[in-house]
């Protein structure tokens, strides 16, 4: 597999609007984490803004360079978008390295009386260590820091490559990212720019993540291609179960339907055959129907040996307790299909 994702050990979002008291408050067990631009609700002559903080386990990244990446790669920071208000036409979302550590804590923005168990809009901790700056320390410089143009359905898709790098390079402490809106949106008096984004416990399909992408497709077969559109292909190894910490190699097996007759001491129907060059492979939630992994023609492409085609899958990458479909783009005598067996699996936790 070219693709693997880790998860957040920590987020949260911090906000410039207090309580009536003038406390900020924690909101490290909320399941959105937010950002945002608006006028205070009470003097619409004062701008508030909403930032978010993740991190990712140190261990997680270096490890997956280290024992699964091979050769270059891109790592992106992924969010999905829960819910949004008073957008503008045009913006893009800031993502810094945070420059000094802090504590997720246990609170919710909505906690009555407000929970001061980590960090806030002050306070990186439980209320006794300040930010040297407001709203999080973070190094606002070329080193890991990102400029993302938010598209249409303004679902996050972040390029930290140079950062991630040299996080595992050990040049750039990992205390994590910040997110949060252009300068020009921060504060914002003329509409109220919310972006609400599904966080670590959000308990859906849509946690964050960290992606990382590399080209491991290696197409060296003898084998023919198949180039009938009347082809069959299965995954000869397809189960419906797999544990969140398998690392799966699935087979495809591909021959034409109605195979041309020769004269062999064998059954024509054991012939093996492989996937044309340009094939790839993507997974679906079952239930949403969403591509948890999309076709690409970079990442997801399918590798051929002299016993067929095949794709491998680390099934840590997924939310465990859900069901995934398995699906294969071709082109197969100049059309482009996507082939569905209603390859559909479980992946479980293990204990």
Not at 228 to 239: A, C
Request: with cysteine; hydrophobic share 30%.
């Amino acid at each position: 597999m070219a693709i693997y994702r880790i998860f957040p050990e920590k987020d949260t979002f911090v906000t410039s609007k207090p309580n009536t008291a003038g406390l900020y408050p924690n909101a490290g067990k909320d399941e959105i984490i937010e950002i945002g631009g608006f006028p205070d609700p009470i003097d619409s002559a004062i701008g508030r803004s909403n930032r978010s903080l993740i991190q990712f386990n140190t261990d997680d990244i270096t490890n997956t360079i280290s024992s699964k990446v091979s050769g270059s790669f891109s790592a992106s920071l992924n969010l999905y978008l829960a819910n949004a208000t008073e957008i503008p036409a045009s913006f893009t979302i800031k993502a810094h390295p945070i420059s000094s550590s802090w504590i997720e804590g246990t609170g919710k923005s909505s906690d009555s009386p407000i929970n001061r168990t980590g960090t806030s809009w002050k306070y990186k901790d439980a209320g006794t260590t300040e930010w040297s700056s407001l709203g999080c320390d973070f190094l606002n410089t070329n080193t890991g820091s990102q400029s993302f143009t938010v598209n249409s359905d303004y679902d996050l898709n972040i390029d930290l490559t140079s950062a991630i790098s040299a996080i595992n390079g050990s040049t750039l402490t990992n205390n994590g990212f910040l997110l949060k809106l252009e300068d020009t949106y921060e504060n914002y008096l003329s509409s109220s720019i919310k972006l609400n984004y599904f966080g670590k416990n959000s308990n859906t399909i849509f946690p964050p993540y960290l992606e990382f992408k590399w080209n491991d497709s290696n197409y060296s077969s003898s084998l023919t291609e198949v180039s009938s559109d009347t082809t069959t292909v299965t995954i000869s190894n397809h189960k419906e179960k797999y544990i969140d910490s398998d690392q799966i190699r699935f087979k495809i097996a591909a021959r034409p339907k109605y195979p041309t007759r020769t004269f062999t001491t064998s059954s024509i129907y054991l012939t093996k055959y492989k996937l044309p060059e340009e094939s790839y492979w993507g997974i679906k939630d079952e239930f949403s129907n969403e591509m948890i992994v999309d076709f690409d023609s970079n990442y997801t492409k399918i590798s051929a040996d002299d016993n067929g085609s095949y794709f491998d899958v680390y099934m840590n990458s997924f939310q465990p307790e859900r069901h995934y479909r398995l699906l294969i783009k071709t082109t197969i005598d100049n059309s482009t299909v996507v082939l569905d067996n209603k390859n559909i699996f479980k992946v479980v936790s293990n204990g």
